[in-house]
Nanobody, 122 residues
Framework: QVQLVESGGGLVQPGGSLRLSCAASGISVSSVGMSWFRQTPGKGRELVAG??????????NYEGFAKGRFTISRDDDQNTMYLQMNNLKLEDTAVYYC?????????????WGQGTQVTVSS
């Protein structure tokens, strides 16, 4: 059974930093594509950043608002993905979700965590 558990959210002032974690079980983070999404009330989930599997050389990609401020990474030994968020802004307030996409025998499976709240407020 695949499980993704996010942690690290909280309340932070503008300009502050947080590091989100996504601990995986039932899959290997090095073998699947993983990403961070976020969602605010009344809006759909939007991509924040993604990291490819080892097969994809671990390439990373970021949405425009995340470039230069956020860093996605993973620790294969800990089987955990991270999102380091610096210089946080009010508009970064959202629930952050991690997602894993597994492709086995041409079948694609998606897994989501339960989300962690990030609130940026003065």
């Amino acid at each position: 059974q695949v499980q993704l558990v996010e942690s690290g959210g909280g309340l932070v002032q503008p300009g502050g930093s947080l590091r989100l974690s996504c601990a995986a079980s039932g899959i290997s983070v090095s073998s699947v594509g993983m990403s961070w999404f976020r969602q605010t009330p009344g809006k759909g989930r939007e991509l924040v950043a993604g990291i490819a599997s080892n097969r994809g050389h671990g390439l990373t990609n970021y949405e425009g608002f995340a470039k230069g401020r956020f860093t996605i990474s993973r620790d294969d030994d800990q089987n955990t993905m991270y999102l380091q968020m610096n210089n946080l802004k009010l508009e970064d307030t959202a629930v952050y979700y991690c997602k894993a996409v597994s492709v086995i025998n041409y079948q694609t499976s998606e897994y989501w965590g339960q989300g962690t709240q990030v609130t940026v407020s003065s």
